[in-house]
């Protein structure tokens, strides 16, 4: 059985103080949760608090991006090596706020994978199709082209060291979520995908919903089969709400 996973992406929010105050309330709320996997994703210059307070815990942290370029001069852009400097375990690539507002393509996100696995990290890939694309039927259409992309490029073994998350843009920051059986019917055509290439890949393969996880919603999102786990932005900054949330996923 694939370990549910329970991802908070926290943006562009935080502070020092209150970054201090959420990541304590996570390790002691997290603690008594078994079978399932938590992490957060901070901004870069809370990557070295992130490390001083979760280390010696089971919580694991990462970057919510990373340059395609192994290093160089490309000004305000942070490497593969300097998110290896704060140990992190995870990185996004491809987050739609990313794809839409920052204009990165297919390409460069499959540059960004590629990059961050061979560098030891775990790549999460984000996929999601916008609302007029799931009104026109493209869904499985669009999110299967942006996992081609990587696969493409990377292979389909690269996918039994990364994660997959399905994150209807849609639904992102909106309050809106997909049901269950409309997230589960994607997960399914993910892991098909994958499964075409490799099924042993694809059986191992974590795929997590992301788009207004709540308390509320969370358990039933994670009892469908192909749902483990979740990448939470807005309910992330509340510990309350996000441990909730990782205790939905605990088996
Ligand atoms: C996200 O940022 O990846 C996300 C899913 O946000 P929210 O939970 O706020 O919709």
Redesign the pocket.
Known sequence: MRQKLVAG?W?MHGGLATNQDLLQAIVAGSAVLRGVSVAVFVPYPYLFQAQSILSATPVAWGAQNVSEYPQGAYTGEVSVSMLQDFACRYVLVG?SERRSIYGESDAVVAEKFSLALSSGLLPVLCVGETLSERESGATIQVVSSQIRAVLDKVGVTAFSTAVVAY?PVW???TGRTASSEQAQEVHAAIRALIASFDPEVAQKLQILY????KPSNAAELFAMPDIDGG?????SLVAADFLAICSAAVC
């Open positions: 992406n943006k987050h994150e639904a992102i920051g992301g788009g207004s996880v990448l939470v932005g807005g309910a």
